[in-house]
């Protein structure tokens, strides 16, 4: 087989390969699941070093980067759903376990975009509107400025209000009915 003819089996075979656009962000194949190429450089010594080779960007990055940027905003007492939120709280208490900074964000992430949806918890008496602006300005601006994806949308919903008179199991009063 000469050179041409494994060149062009090579790209007709849908194994394992990486397509690149013209923006420099590719998809990875399907065996790859959950992440992005960024960047899909060129071989070859006579390259600048910088560009030779590709980065892979997973979705839970962005997951993460999203969940940080959130919870930096005031106003935001924690995330996810009630059963996300109650699993975390077991999960903060056992020893040696790390708070899941990607619960309650959900993400698609496509060749140079990517999409995102929160569900926050906020304090009483903030402004809810402008939490949830907040946020996403703070969520685009930080995916896009780390990732280098175009985030198309961040789409907040609020699921819960913390009361101040709302406390923990462990920190309120013990008083039962029986003793």
Known sequence: MTA???????????VSTTATSG????????GAAGSTTLRSGAVGASEPAATRGRTSI???????????AAREIPGVYDMGGGLSRTLGA????VPGGRPNVGRG???????????????????YGVPISDVAR?????????VERITGLEV????VTVN???????EDESTSGTDTRVE
């Not at 923006?23 to 399907?30: E, I, K, M, N």
């Not at 077991?90 to 208490?93: E, P, T």
């Not at 198309?152 to 789409?155: G, L, T």
Request: avoid cysteine; charge should be negative.
């Open 152 to 155: 198309v949308e961040v789409n």
């Open 90 to 93: 077991v999960r903060d208490r």
């Open 58 to 68: 997973a979705d839970v990055v962005v997951v993460k980067i999203s969940g940080m």
């Open 134 to 142: 907040d946020v996403r300005e703070n969520v685009i601006a930080a």
């Open 23 to 30: 923006q420099g962000v590719s998809s990875t194949s399907p």
């Open 4 to 14: 041409t003819q494994a060149a062009r089996s090579q790209e007709a075979s849908p």
């Open 105 to 123: 964000v959900k993400v698609e992430v496509g060749e140079r975009q990517t999409a995102i949806d929160l569900d926050l918890v906020v304090e």
């Open 160 to 166: 819960d209000v913390r009361l101040p008179d709302d």
